[in-house]
């Protein structure tokens, strides 16, 4: 609950510190708008040419699509902008400020920054969603809701779980600025199923940078492809990153000067 309350605080701040740039919305809109109409337009080329991708239909690379708007956008949001601060801080010797706070550095560190226009992304994801739904119709049963919500839980998870170790790794090596921009490129892989990748860069945007988990298979669980070691495996691993990234936070504050040193 304390998470959830400083995630508002940071939300209401972050909504004051922006109305003073409103023009970001605009700006926001239409990279979100041209972001969309790439993937719908990829789409488009491909399906003029063969009626399913890898064994998806149309409708389904829809999910795929809704799923990366809103993960990314969910990302962007709190997640990417709070870290990048966080190794900023690190960098400058002034981490001490978040340490001296009464509440968990860790949760703080990851929710203090929010960038409010990537609620735009999160909204295209949850519309693109919604109008493959309606499109797939009766496909969908409680089943696929359900094995969707919770992939895509552990998705989010890992996902998180990975940004932490990664920008954990500033307490050793400080010059790491684009490690977070180079994420985010590797993110866009995530634009189609990882199943229509060869299994040498289906493997590595599985385990070596989680975009599988995060976008294809919350897609597979809402159109009836995931299997139920598939899904087993996620939860898993969704509860042993983020205990590894908690036990590497610990690790990396002990190498920690700050300011004060």
Known sequence: ????????????????????????????????????????????????????????????????????????????????????????????????????????????????????????????????????????GHAIGPAEAAAFLVALLAGAAIVYAFLMILATCVFWFIRLDNILVIFQSMYEAGRWPITIYPSWLRLGLTFLVPIGFAVTVPAQGLVGRLTLELLAGAVALAVAMPLAARWFWHLGLRRYGGASA
Request: hydrophobic share 55%.
């Open 1 to 136: 609950m304390t998470a959830l309350r400083l995630l508002w605080l940071h939300l209401r701040i972050g909504v004051m510190n922006e109305l003073q740039y409103r023009a970001n919305f605009v700006l926001q809109l239409g990279e979100s708008a041209i972001g969309l109409l790439t993937a719908l337009l990829g789409l488009g080329i491909v399906f003029a040419k063969t009626d399913d991708l890898g064994g998806w239909s149309p409708d389904e690379l829809l999910v795929v699509v809704g799923i990366y708007f809103l993960v990314g956008g969910l990302a962007q949001m709190v997640v990417q902008p709070s870290l990048q601060r966080f190794m900023e801080d690190v960098r400058q010797g002034t981490l001490d400020f978040t340490l001296t706070k009464p509440v968990d550095a860790q949760t703080l560190v990851s929710i203090r920054q929010v960038e409010v226009w990537k609620l735009v992304d999160i909204a295209i994801g949850i519309g693109v969603l919604v109008v493959a739904l309606v499109r797939l």
